[in-house]
């Protein structure tokens, strides 16, 4: 039996919602939304108690399977029930709190905070305390509270990192840290707004001070600036993931091929390949080519190669890849994964790319033996976010790797220049 409701003018809870024993749909939020949910479920967001009430950046986006359900389960990435959220009014009732994660243990709630530090002066920190940023609270006198601002998109550093560097720096003011998962919202405005009232939360009436920034000759401590490197590798040593877009037969699987010879002939780092046709027969054996089992096989490339790149490795991709939005996923998984994201473009044109028809694809294709065949029956999206483009027609591979290489070495992500060392 499906869950029935009339119309509440109350926020509804789940108990009303679902008939006993009838498991609720689940959803696993976003980084960000699942830092709101916290601050949420603590009370650090009050008066807020909910998602997408008027005006508020705090919101939550269910995909299109759940917009018509009545109660949803919010789950953490393992599936750990967190709350249950009524989709009529975004009211959010909490389950259990989050209770992983690096340094949980400095993520107190406000009621928590008014019981260990009622009285001090706090302070937020959203990036390393340099040295003058130090000396001017160790002047404050009285105890110091350091609210690390760490959720999503906030902070300088990673948010490891930077409460890292925020305890080191603490231990030299004899100063307490608590993390406060406040994410960013992508509208400065709205979110210093946010960051004020959530901040004014924890103090409750005890004073606030806002560090001025730091100049531009200020120093970290040594510890504070060892920190700081270790989170924000040179280019250089940054994990780094290489992918080539375009359509079948533009050349990305022999590009892709010759830049690994170079890589490896260099010797300075190892390489991971993720080819297109490999990984449908590996990773993403089973898949068609419809568009949602392509974005599948993207995305799991991307979460290979992001996790390649969180340990400081090397991943050439050279999938199809032809939907602007499942490639800025791969971005923006990368990216958030400490490693940088370089897009080629292969732009040969179709006729080329046909003329070649290396696997005599385009002309089954072309006779509609081969349904939803890119570049024929099924769109590709050109990039303009590629940091290479390169069309191979009339070129011999080594020309055409050379683009690739010089602009790898421009960007400072990998030098192969020199050859073999
Ligand atoms: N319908 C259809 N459309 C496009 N390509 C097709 C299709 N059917 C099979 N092939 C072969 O599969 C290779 C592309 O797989 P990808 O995994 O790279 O595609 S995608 O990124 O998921 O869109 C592609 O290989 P490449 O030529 O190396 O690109 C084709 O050989
Ligand atoms: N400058 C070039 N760069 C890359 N490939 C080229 C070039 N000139 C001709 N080709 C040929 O084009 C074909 C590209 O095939 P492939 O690399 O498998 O493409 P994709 O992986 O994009 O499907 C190969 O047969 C390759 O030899």
Redesign the pocket.
């Known amino acids: 039996m499906a869950c029935t409701l009339a119309s509440h003018h109350q926020p509804l809870r789940w108990q009303d919602a679902c008939v006993p024993n009838q498991p609720l749909p689940q959803h696993c939020p976003t980084p960000r939304e699942l830092d709101d949910l916290e601050l949420l479920t603590t009370g650090a967001l009050a008066p807020l108690v909910g998602f997408g009430h008027d005006g508020s950046p705090v919101t939550l986006s269910l995909p299109d399977g759940l917009a018509d359900t009545e109660v949803v389960e919010l789950v953490d990435p393992e599936g750990l029930p967190l709350a249950r959220v009524t989709t009529a009014t975004g009211a959010v009732e909490p389950l259990t709190h989050h209770q992983y994660g690096p340094f949980r243990r400095l993520y107190l709630t406000p009621a928590q905070v008014r019981e260990q530090y009622a009285g001090a002066t706090f302070v937020p920190v959203t990036d390393a305390l340099t040295t003058t940023q130090l000396d001017e609270l160790a002047s404050l006198g009285g105890r110091t509270v350091l609210l690390a601002l760490v959720g999503t998109g906030t902070p300088a550093l990673s948010p490891v990192a930077t409460i890292r560097a925020t305890l080191a720096a603490a231990s030299r003011i004899g100063a307490e840290v608590v993390a406060v998962p406040l994410a960013s919202h992508g509208d400065a405005e709205a979110d210093h707004a946010l960051g004020v009232q959530v901040v004014a939360t924890y103090a409750d009436g005890d004073p606030v001070h806002a560090l001025p920034e730091p100049a531009s000759d200020d120093a970290w401590p040594d510890d504070v600036a060892a920190i700081v490197e270790a989170d924000q590798p040179a280019p250089e040593d940054q994990g780094l993931v290489l992918f080539?877009t375009?359509?079948?037969?533009?050349?990305?699987?022999?590009?892709?091929?010759a830049l690994m010879d170079r890589i490896l002939e260099q010797g300075e780092r190892s390489v991971t390949s993720l080819?297109?046709?490999v990984v449908r027969r590996h990773l993403s054996a089973g898949l068609t080519f419809s568009k949602a089992d392509r974005e599948t096989n993207i995305r799991r490339i991307g979460w290979v190669a992001a996790e390649i790149s969180r340990h400081g490795g090397l991943a050439v991709c050279?999938p199809?890849a032809p939907f602007a939005e499942t490639r800025a996923q791969v971005r923006e998984m990368v990216e958030e994964a400490g490693g940088a994201f370089f897009l080629v473009h292969?732009a040969?044109p179709l006729e080329e790319?046909e003329r070649?028809d290396?696997k005599g694809l385009y002309a089954k294709a072309r006779r509609g033996e081969i349904p939803e065949f890119t570049g024929i029956s099924s769109p590709y999206e050109e990039p303009d976010d590629a940091a290479v483009v390169v069309d191979?027609?009339g070129?011999?591979?080594e020309?055409?790797?050379d683009d690739v290489i010089e602009g790898l070495r421009a960007s400072g992500h990998l030098d192969l220049a020199g050859g073999p060392g």
């Open positions: 080539f375009g359509l079948s037969g533009s050349g990305k699987s022999t590009l892709a091929r080819d297109g046709d050279s199809i292969v040969t790319c070649r290396r191979t027609t070129r011999t591979i020309d055409a790797l």
